[in-house]
T-cell receptor, first 112, second 116 residues
Framework: SQQGEEDPQALSIQEGENATMNCSYKTSINNLQWYRQNSGRGLVHLILIRSNEREKHSGRLRVTLDTSKKSSSLLITASRAADTASYFCATDALSGANNLFFGTGTRLTVIP | NAGVMQNPRHLVRRRGQEARLRCSPMKGHSHVYWYRQLPEEGLKFMVYLQKENIIDESGMPKERFSAEFPKEGPSILRIQQVVRGDSAAYFC??????????????FGEGSWLTVV
């Protein structure tokens, strides 16, 4: 299975601290995407990083990708209570499959 | 510019009934995907459709589930004779171009099916 795995499963931090979530996957990919899901809501696309990129920034988000280790990390700096959500990484397949493979997510709680 | 629209947001069905979930992709998108999310789990791919064609249904259960994306109107995910195990959130997604490789996949708010 190509399904990714996020680590940790749950993370609780104080507002203002940085939050780091990791994702590992098993097979070669074209891209890796990070999504946020608030409880009972849909997925919001955060960032896409291609296999030939090593780092990408978007606002308070920083994503790294290490294809040799088949891993990615999502860093949220200066966290806010509104960042409380589940975060998922999703990979495609180099073979050209038509779907994304999701991990089980990291549940982030930011305490005000 | 409306995003991916799904309805109903919440649906309750008794065992044995049928559930129909609808999805309108983002404007200009002709590629639609359906995913299922069980409680406390990630999303699992079910089916990928383009207008009037099922491209990849490798994630669809063999029985009771079907999907369509007609020339006019929304994509429909149909579950016949629902069972309790079908209780889940069903997400529709769309993209401008084919497949996830290099393309951002946009998700709807989901349809939460509860089978009682």
């Amino acid at each position: 299975s190509q399904q990714g795995e996020e680590d940790p499963q749950a993370l609780s931090i104080q507002e203002g601290e940085n939050a780091t979530m990791n994702c590992s996957y098993k097979t070669s990919i074209n891209n890796l995407q990070w999504y946020r899901q608030n409880s009972g809501r849909g997925l919001v696309h955060l960032i896409l990083i291609r296999s030939n990129e090593r780092e990408k920034h978007s606002g308070r988000l920083r994503v790294t990708l290490d294809t040799s280790k088949k891993s990615s990390s999502l860093l949220i700096t200066a966290s806010r209570a509104a960042d409380t959500a589940s975060y998922f990484c999703a990979t495609d397949a180099l073979s050209g499959a038509n779907n994304l493979f999701f991990g089980t997510g990291t549940r982030l709680t930011v305490i005000p | 510019n409306a995003g991916v629209m799904q309805n109903p947001r919440h649906l309750v069905r008794r065992r044995g009934q049928e559930a129909r979930l609808r999805c309108s992709p983002m404007k200009g998108h002709s590629h639609v995907y359906w995913y299922r999310q069980l409680p406390e789990e990630g999303l699992k791919f079910m089916v990928y459709l383009q207008k009037e064609n099922i491209i990849d249904e490798s994630g669809m259960p063999k029985e009771r589930f079907s999907a369509e994306f007609p020339k006019e109107g929304p994509s429909i995910l149909r579950i016949q004779q629902v069972v309790r195990g079908d209780s889940a959130a069903y997400f529709c997604a769309s993209s401008l171009q084919q497949g996830p490789a290099g393309n951002t996949i946009y998700f709807g708010e989901g349809s939460w099916l509860t089978v009682v």
